[in-house]
């Protein structure tokens, strides 16, 4: 499976942007996440979405982001809306073969090159 991670920019804050990761392989047998990395900073989970539908998403971007998947384009998507400085980071879609959606960065088996996601205030 390979992953190729796109829609990054400069913004605004409160402003919005949509990220893709467009997938080669049968991903529909994957969980799908998001996560992020700010300079200096650890690896975060944003979001993830599991082989049904199910979403789940980290306190910080609740309410604002959406993560949503279509398995016959075997694209994920993150639209982010609201946003702030803070979230100004490199932006990763992985791919897990775990059962459920999981927060661990390590359970990911898969990785994508990542896209950088600016934010000014």
């Known amino acids: 499976v390979q992953l190729q991670a796109s829609g990054g920019g400069l913004v605004q804050a409160g402003g919005s942007l949509r990220l893709s990761c467009a997938a080669s392989?049968?991903?529909?047998?994957?969980?799908m996440g998001w996560f992020r990395q700010a300079p200096g900073k650890e690896r975060e989970f944003v979001a993830g979405i599991s082989r049904s539908g199910s979403t789940y998403y980290s306190d910080s971007v609740k309410g604002r982001f959406t993560i949503s998947r279509d398995n016959a384009k075997n694209t994920v998507y993150l639209q982010m809306n609201t946003l702030n400085p803070e979230d100004t980071a490199v932006y990763f879609c992985a791919a897990s073969s775990t059962f459920a959606i999981t927060t661990e960065a390590r359970r990911y088996d898969y990785w994508g090159q990542g896209t950088l996601v600016t934010v000014s205030s």
């Open positions: 392989g049968r991903t529909f047998i994957f969980v």
